[in-house]
C-alpha cells in the first residue's frame, strides 16, 4: 500500500509532549509516513519550526487559528509574512472562520482570516481552513479573493458546498467523524464527492475515531479513517491511499516521503 499523510495533525499539542516520538513510530508502522501540522497562534510557531526539523516526514503550516482569536494581535500578521518569507512552509494556516464559539467576534475573524488569504496568495501558497458553522461563508470569501487553493479540512457541509468549492480548486479534508455511523450527511459527501478532491486527515490530538471515542487520537488512526473512506466508496484501501497521497504531494509539493516499516496490517 502507498505510504498515506495525514494532511492536518496537531503534533506540537502539549498532549503529546509524554509520548511524542512513540506516536511518530506508531504512524510510520501504520503507513502514516508524512503529517502537515498547522499552527494555531504566533507565540507556537517557533516550537512547530523546530519540531518539523526534527523528522523529515513532518511540514509545517504557519496562521493564526480563529478560536484563538484573543491572543492574535495585528502585528502577528506581519510577523507571519516575515516567517513565510524566512522557513517557507508547505501552508498558511489553520486560519478561518468559527462561528459556533459566541464569545469569537465575527468581524474581527474575518479580518485575520482575509489577511492570511492574501499572504498565501502573495506566497503562492495553499491554505488550510477550519470552517464550523461557516462553510457558506468561507466560500463566498474564497470567491472575492481569487487565486487561491487550499483545503477545508474536517469538512462539514454539503454535497452542494463541496461542488462549489472543488470548482474553486479547493480540497476537502476528512477524518474520524466519518467512522461514526451516525454520521450520515458526512458520510454521503464522502462517498460522492470527486476523488481528487479528497484528503485524509486526524486531526489528533482531536476527533478520535469511533473506535477509541472519547481518547486521544493520533496520526496512525488515518488507516482506520482510510478503511472507513474505502467502504463508504466502494472501492480498494490501495486505491484510495494512492489517489490521496498524490492529493497531498500535489497540494502541499510534499518532498518524498521518508522510509518507514511495512505498514502493519
Not at 12 to 27: L, M, N, Q, S, T
Not at 142 to 156: E, N
Request: charged share 25%; aromatic share 6%.
Amino acid at each position: 500500500m502507498p505510504a498515506l499523510v495525514d494532511t492536518h495533525c496537531h503534533l506540537d499539542a502539549g498532549e503529546f509532549d509524554p509520548d511524542r516520538e512513540a506516536v511518530i513510530a506508531r504512524a510510520r508502522e501504520a503507513g502514516v509516513t508524512r503529517q502537515v501540522l498547522p499552527a494555531v497562534d504566533a507565540r507556537g510557531w517557533p516550537a512547530l519550526a523546530a519540531l518539523c526539523t526534527e523528522d523529515s516526514g513532518l511540514h509545517p503550516a504557519f496562521g493564526l487559528h480563529p478560536m484563538y482569536l484573543a491572543g492574535h494581535r495585528a502585528e502577528h500578521l506581519t510577523a507571519l509574512r516575515e516567517w513565510l518569507a524566512d522557513h517557507r512552509p508547505v501552508a498558511v494556516g489553520e486560519c478561518g472562520l468559527d462561528h459556533y464559539m459566541d464569545d469569537l467576534d465575527p468581524d474581527q475573524q474575518r479580518l485575520y482570516f482575509e489577511a492570511q488569504l492574501r499572504l498565501a496568495r502573495e506566497f503562492d501558497l495553499p491554505v488550510i481552513i477550519h470552517a464550523r458553522r461557516a462553510v457558506e461563508e468561507v466560500i463566498h470569501t474564497l470567491r472575492r479573493i481569487d487565486g487561491l487553493r487550499g483545503v477545508v479540512h474536517s469538512f462539514p457541509g454539503s454535497l452542494e458546498q463541496a461542488e462549489q468549492l472543488h470548482e474553486l480548486g479547493f480540497l476537502l479534508g476528512f477524518g474520524g467523524p466519518v467512522t461514526y455511523e451516525r454520521a450520515q450527511r458526512l458520510r454521503r459527501v464522502v462517498a460522492k464527492v470527486p476523488l481528487e478532491q479528497l484528503l485524509l486527515e486526524s486531526d489528533a490530538p482531536d476527533q478520535p475515531d469511533a473506535a477509541i471515542r472519547g481518547q486521544r487520537n493520533e496520526p496512525a488512526r488515518v488507516r482506520r479513517v482510510l478503511d472507513v473512506v474505502a467502504e463508504l466508496r466502494g472501492d480498494t484501501p490501495d486505491a484510495i491511499a494512492r489517489a490521496t497521497t498524490a492529493n497531498a504531494e500535489r497540494l502541499f509539493n510534499l518532498p518524498p516521503a521518508p522510509a518507514c516499516p511495512h505498514p502493519s496490517q
